[in-house]
């Protein structure tokens, strides 16, 4: 995963390609803000081209996790989810204290 779109997807912003740009929505700061004017194509092509194991699932029973191995694309996820938005997830796991 690109480190920007890390960086941003850590920040608790999620991005989706809407009609040939991007959609963010989250916590936006003027840091995210300036990250995503910057890189937008790189973004774009990150959100668009590249295959994802986690994606998020949003349609008009909620919103959803969906994992695919082999890793999906965008074109990909959206075959198997027709009626959904998707944004790809972060692909690490969080430390868990007990």
Known sequence: MNVILHEILSSGVILESARGGIRATGPLTDRVRGLIRAHKPALLEE????PHYRWRVSRSDGVHEAC?????????????FPDATLAPLLETVAEVRL
């Open 68 to 80: 695919f191995l082999p890793e999906a694309t965008l074109t990909d996820a959206a075959a198997a």
């Open 47 to 50: 959100l668009t081209q590249t």
